[in-house]
C-alpha cells in the first residue's frame, strides 16, 4: 500500500469523525412534544421531493455505470446515449419539480428568516460534498491509473455529471439535514 | 459571540388574543409555523425584525415579549 493510498484512508476517517461530531447533536437532544407533530415546512416539503428524486436519479446513474465498463463507455455508443438520456431526464424533472412546487405554493410563506439560516448551512454542506466527491475522484483514478499515465476518455465525462449530481442532491441533504440538526440559538 | 438565552411571552399572548393559532401568527408576520414553535420552545432566537413585527401583532412593545433568561 503506497503512501497515498494512506493518507487518502486518513483522510476518510478524518471525514468520517468529523461527520459523527456535526451529527452527535441531533441524536443526543430529547425529544421535543410541542415540536412533534408540526407540519414540514415548504422548503423541507420540496426538499424531501427533490431528495427523492435525486437519489432515484444517481441510482439509475450508478446502476448504467455497473452495467457499462466505464474505460470501454467511450466506444459504447448505446449505453453513452442511455446514459446521457437518464442524465438529461433527471434534470429536467429536477427542474420542472421545482417549478411545479413553488407554483403550487403562492400566497403561502415559502422562505423564512430561519430557513434562509438553513440553505446558507445547506450550502456549505453542498460545497464540502462537492469537494469531497472531486478528491475521491481524484485519489482514485490517480492510484488506478497511475502506471498508465492516462486515464480513459469517458472519465472527465463521468466526474463531471457525477459531481453534478452530488451538488444537486447534497443541497437538498442538507437543508434536511439543517431542520433535524437546529440546535435552538440564533445561529441554529 | 456569547450565547444569550430569551425567554418569550408568544405563547400567552397568543392565548390572550383569542386564542390565536400559530399558524395565523405566522401569517400575520410572515413566517413558517414551523418558526413561531420554535420561538415558542426557545430553540430560535428571531431577527429584531421579526421580534418586531410580532411586538406590533399583539400591540407591545419588544421588551414586553422578549426578555433575557
Request: proline letters at 4%.
Amino acid at each position: 500500500m503506497n503512501v497515498y493510498v494512506v493518507i487518502a484512508i486518513l483522510a476518510a476517517v478524518l471525514f468520517v469523525v468529523g461527520a459523527a461530531r456535526f451529527l452527535a447533536p441531533a441524536f443526543r437532544r430529547e425529544p421535543d412534544e410541542a415540536l412533534a407533530d408540526l407540519p414540514p415546512t415548504p422548503l423541507q416539503r420540496r426538499a424531501r421531493w427533490v431528495l427523492a428524486l435525486g437519489l432515484v436519479w444517481c441510482g439509475a446513474l450508478v446502476w448504467i455505470l455497473m452495467r457499462t465498463d466505464p474505460v470501454t463507455m467511450g466506444e459504447d455508443q448505446g449505453a453513452r446515449l442511455l446514459f446521457t438520456t437518464v442524465l438529461i431526464a433527471g434534470a429536467v424533472g429536477y427542474g420542472a419539480l421545482i417549478l411545479f412546487m413553488q407554483l403550487g405554493r403562492r400566497g403561502e410563506v415559502a422562505v423564512d428568516e430561519r430557513d434562509q439560516q438553513i440553505l446558507a448551512r445547506a450550502s456549505r454542506i453542498q460545497g464540502g460534498l462537492t469537494m469531497l466527491c472531486l478528491a475521491i475522484w481524484s485519489v482514485a483514478l490517480t492510484e488506478v491509473y497511475w502506471e498508465e499515465g492516462a486515464i480513459p476518455v469517458a472519465f472527465p465525462y463521468i466526474i463531471f455529471w457525477s459531481t453534478f449530481a452530488v451538488y444537486l442532491v447534497s443541497h437538498s441533504a442538507g437543508i434536511l439535514l439543517g431542520y433535524a440538526m437546529w440546535r435552538g440559538d440564533a445561529e441554529g | 459571540m456569547r450565547k444569550v438565552r430569551i425567554r418569550n411571552e408568544i405563547r400567552r399572548l397568543r392565548f390572550e388574543h383569542d386564542e390565536m393559532t400559530q399558524q395565523e401568527l405566522a401569517d400575520r408576520v410572515g413566517c413558517t409555523r414551523q418558526t413561531i414553535a420554535m420561538l415558542e420552545a426557545e430553540r430560535y432566537v428571531p431577527s429584531l425584525g421579526l421580534a418586531m413585527l410580532i411586538a406590533e401583532t399583539f400591540g407591545r412593545t419588544v421588551d414586553e415579549i422578549f426578555t433575557r433568561a
